[in-house]
């Protein structure tokens, strides 16, 4: 994951269709890797890698400044409108194995968003290819990254107001991640000022791990 003053963090994103995990994985790189666009079914069909450019100066750590490079794995949404369920595990089960085997998964980032209630029955299934896919120390793996979240604002909700109204099912959740969550919003110009808070936020969720990877067979 790191030398003397480089930082490699490795992250895969998992959620529902349209829930915003390319456009998010776009963010997080400062790229356009991955394509993303409105569509009345599941855009992703395949899983994809992308990397960040070099961030320099990112973080400073053991009085030195690192460097930090973000490689996000992007995932078809689960369930998808085109592919099976079991086809999307085993195509998210490889990828793992493949771009994060030996390296490890920092993190993996379950994508919601917060415009759209969180319950039912389809709303756990990212959650349980999660937990299938990671194993029993998924919670210690895992965080929420909320998108569409200036709908919050426009409503007229802070973020507190917000998750103090959210259903049991998403405050429980929450709770057995440790409250790691975090924000997205689409604001303009300040893109590159959020996409620098949100990495800060990872990299602390990171650290509650000491920095160490899940690796894959």
């Known amino acids: ?4 003053n480089k930082m490699i963090i490795n ?20 790229s356009t890797d991955f394509h993303s666009r409105f569509a009345p079914c599941s855009v992703t069909t395949d899983c994809s890698l992308g990397r960040s450019c070099h961030l320099h100066s990112f973080m ?6 690192i460097t930090l490079q973000v ?10 409108s085109k592919l099976s369920m079991s086809h999307v595990k085993q195509e998210v089960k490889t990828a793992l194995a493949h771009h994060f085997g030996q390296e490890g998964l920092h993190l993996a ?4 968003r917060a415009d759209v209630p969180f319950y039912g029955q389809e ?12 194993g029993d120390t998924w919670k210690n793996y895992t965080a929420i990254l909320f998108t569409h979240a200036e709908k919050i604002e426009d409503a007229g909700f802070s973020e507190n ?11 429980t959740l929450l709770s057995s991640i440790k409250q790691r969550y975090v924000f997205l919003y689409k604001k303009g110009n300040l893109f590159n000022e959020q996409r620098r808070n949100i990495l800060e936020r990872i990299v602390e969720f990171i650290k509650e791990n000491h920095y160490q990877g899940l690796t894959f067979k």
């Open 71 to 80: 490689q996000v794995l992007d995932t078809p949404g689960y369930p998808h």
């Open 161 to 171: 107001e917000y998750l103090h109204d959210a259903s049991d099912t998403l405050l």
């Open 123 to 134: 709303e756990s299934y990212p959650i349980q290819l999660i937990q299938e896919l990671l």
């Open 11 to 30: 992250l895969a994103l998992f959620g529902r269709t349209q829930s915003g995990k390319s456009s998010a994985g776009n963010i997080l790189l400062g």
């Open 1 to 4: 994951m790191t030398d003397s």
């Open 60 to 65: 400073r750590r053991g009085g030195q400044e």
């Open 109 to 112: 980032l379950l994508i919601l």
